[in-house]
Structure formats: structure tokens, C-alpha cells
Nanobody
Framework: QVQLVESGGGLVQAGGSLRLSCAASGRTFSTYDMGWFRQAPGKEREFVAAIKYSGHTYYTYYAEPVKGRFTISRDNAKNTVYLQMNSLKPEDTALYFC?????????????????WGQGTQVTVSS
């Protein structure tokens, strides 16, 4: 397992941008699939985006509500994964979690990710 620490959350107006960071421990970070999930008050945790390792290549995939607005990326030299969030909407308000799993199949299910950060709060005002 890896240990994950998120940062970069905050309060932003609708239409604004934020970049979340997730710092990971571990020497095999580059081979992990990394994901971002979020949980709004009173709602279940939901998938946001992931970057999957396969054959020395990385593939990204997104939830429909954020496609075209959010971008997931990673810097293996820094053991860090990012979530660039643009054109933020009030409905993006949530606690955002970083998660990791061993390289494998594509997954949008939180139970498939074995390591989790503590979360960082994103609040978008209208």
C-alpha cells in the first residue's frame, strides 16, 4: 500500500479553478493506478477521474459530469498526482479524496482502490 496526502482544496467562486495535489509514498508509485473521488454532504462517494498504468503508458478516464473541465495528471519524479479543476460549479462542492490501486483493470469503484488519503475540501460558491 501507499500513503497518500491531499492538498490544494479551498473556497472558489463558480467559474474559477483549483488544482489538487496528492503526494504518495512508496518506490513503486509509477506503476499504481491513481484516482480521485469526491463526496458531497449527504451523498455517496463518487468517482471523478483516474489515471491508469498499462504497458508503460498512462490512460486517463473521467466521470461524465467533469469531462472537459477536469484533468488528471501525474509526476512520477515527485510521486504526485494532480487534479486540475476548471470551470468549477457549485455542484462540484465536496470532500475530494485521492486513491491508489495496483495496476489492473479500469475501475470507477471505490472498493477497488486499496489506499486512500484523508481528503481535501473544495467549496464552490455561486
Amino acid at each position: 500500500q501507499v500513503q497518500l496526502v491531499e492538498s490544494g482544496g479551498g473556497l472558489v467562486q463558480a467559474g474559477g479553478s483549483l488544482r489538487l495535489s496528492c503526494a504518495a509514498s512508496g518506490r513503486t508509485f509509477s506503476t499504481y493506478d491513481m484516482g480521485w473521488f469526491r463526496q458531497a454532504p449527504g451523498k455517496e462517494r463518487e468517482f471523478v477521474a483516474a489515471i491508469k498504468y498499462s504497458g508503460h503508458t498512462y490512460y486517463t478516464y473521467y466521470a461524465e459530469p467533469v469531462k472537459g473541465r477536469f484533468t488528471i495528471s501525474r509526476d512520477n519524479a515527485k510521486n504526485t498526482v494532480y487534479l486540475q479543476m476548471n470551470s468549477l460549479k457549485p455542484e462540484d462542492t465536496a470532500l475530494y479524496f485521492c486513491a491508489a490501486k495496483a495496476s489492473g483493470s479500469y475501475s470507477r469503484m471505490d472498493q477497488d482502490f486499496s489506499s486512500w488519503g484523508q481528503g481535501t475540501q473544495v467549496t464552490v460558491s455561486s
